[in-house]
């Protein structure tokens, strides 16, 4: 029998089909208006890639969603790349992504943070072709080795590596995984923590609050920037066991020690209840009552580049 991977606290449930029936036909007390899929304004600046494609400057640039292109020492890198019009031909994305296909560096290594579609995306991952390495979560070996993509490193919770040039840590996440209809957990989910030359970042993935964070933080050093879901929460009754809301988003920056919060997993793609344009202002309310100094919260434009430095 194929393995089936588990939460830290050992969960591995998610919602069955009553409760997305509840959730889909509106029969729960969390309803909101419908709000648009596309056509909301979000904040994008245009990037031609010209000063990525040196690669000399140590930088986050969002490409949207979950997508991010890392620059480290030389180095690039993509995580959860996701460059398509829609995920599965069904939903569309509200906004173009951030760096076009031209615009892209050399990729020396591709991060899959799990295989859910909106991270995982076949097309985009086809096209980048057999020249990165891909860094993937145990399990999800075969389904890039079948790709044609044969520089595949599968990793477990807390592996270590050093990947062309990077030190890459494969860390945990409360999520779940799924891809077809027979291979549920049957592969694992996490986050990455890449550094090289002292600079150090880390990607959630898709992820609840758990007691991880703080495990994150003890045992990976110093993270400069911590790129950590803020959207796709709502109806927390629904949602809470997968993905975090922004206050939980806060919690996990505090958890981590981290330098910055820059936050993702909003404004691309309308996947749950709330309006795409509403997470950042509650990360903005949350963090005034907080008392956190605003130089750490990085709320980046769809194609922004950030600078990083220690």
Known sequence: MARRFSNLDGTADVADLVDVLRWQLGFHDERRPRAPATGVDVPTVSNDGRVLRHATKDALTW????????????RSALIDPVMSDRLSAVVRRNVAPGLDWPALPKIDVVLVTHNHRDHMDGPTLKRLGRDPVYVVPRGLGPWFERAGLRRVVEMDWWQEEEIEGLHVTFVPSQHWSRRGLTDMNASWWGGYVLERGGLRVYHSGDTAWFDGFSLIGNRCGDIHAAMLPIG?????WFMRPQHMDPGDAVRAFEALGASK??????GTFKLTDEHLAEPPELLREVWARSGLPERHRLVPAIGETLLLDR
Request: hydrophobic letters at 55%.
């Open 261 to 266: 919060l820059v936050a993702m997993h909003w």
């Open 63 to 74: 490409i949207g969603h979950a997508s991010f292109l890392i620059q480290l020492g030389g």
């Open 232 to 236: 796709a929460y709502a109806p927390r």
